[in-house]
């Protein structure tokens, strides 16, 4: 594992990881709700009390613990991706990009701004939040 | 498409994500309870009610078509970094772009078929 991991890489890793993981669900997603209009062998309208019977059985199905921290996780990143999206784009476009300065000891890499460690972190922020509200939402631990 | 053309579309497709997204997110978890929004029909978020409005529907159709996009996009620019090549650039690019319209195309048949269900 590499723990020497700098912000920025650390930003970098998770941006990929988490979008490849999105993308994966994303997948999984569109193929079990074309499950439940009958899958793609039926492509006319299904009876409504057939569709009706797939969707409560996939649901009876995927109402586990684990699918639902599967879910909990991808909420955590899901709200990583979309907000560090931010932060990028921003910074592709030079808004909020550190000014170009001469190297002097201890030489600090100068990648980041404090405005874009500060995004990172705002982003990492809303992640947990976005966890912790799926969590109360499938487990009931805050019992609002 | 010249690569900066992509990545600028990549870019606008992930802010679009967020209100298509937003809304999606919105109808299943804030709107109205989940257990609510995951009823079959009968309540005012449940999957039927949100595929029976057009203007829902039509916003996960928007939905499917901007992360088909955005998502594959983001897998194809990992995999050419990953190993360079022609033929694998080529093999990449291609691949990615079937598979993206393969869901596009299976998730509006969803869409099209759920919509048409729910106002039977």
Known sequence: MPFRYGL?????????????????????????????????????????????????????????????????????????????????????FGI???KPSRPEYPYRPGSMSPAQRALFWVSILLAVAALVYALNVFFEVLRL | MREKNIMLLH???????????????????????????????????SVMSVYRNVLLAGSLEALLILVAFHGFNGLRVILQELHQ?????KAVSLTVTVVALALVIYGTRTILIAHQLANL
């Open chain 1, 8 to 92: 920025e890489r650390w930003s970098y890793t998770l941006q990929r990881v988490s979008g490849v993981a999105i993308t994966l669900f994303f997948v999984a997603h569109i193929v079990e709700t074309g499950n439940v209009v009958g899958g793609a062998s039926v492509w006319s309208i299904p009876p409504y009390e057939l569709a009706k019977k797939v969707w409560t059985e996939t649901e009876a199905f995927l109402a586990n613990p684990l699918f639902d921290m599967g879910l909990s996780v991808l909420g955590f990143l899901i709200f990583f991706h979309a907000f560090n999206g931010i932060r990028l784009v921003l910074a592709h």
């Open chain 1, 96 to 98: 909020i990009l550190k």
């Open chain 2, 11 to 45: 870019y606008i497709t992930g802010i679009l994500i967020l209100v298509a997204g937003g809304i999606h997110l919105s109808t299943v978890f804030l709107l109205s309870p989940y257990e609510e929004s995951m009823k079959f029909d009968s309540s005012p978020f």
């Open chain 2, 85 to 89: 090549g022609r033929t694998y650039k």
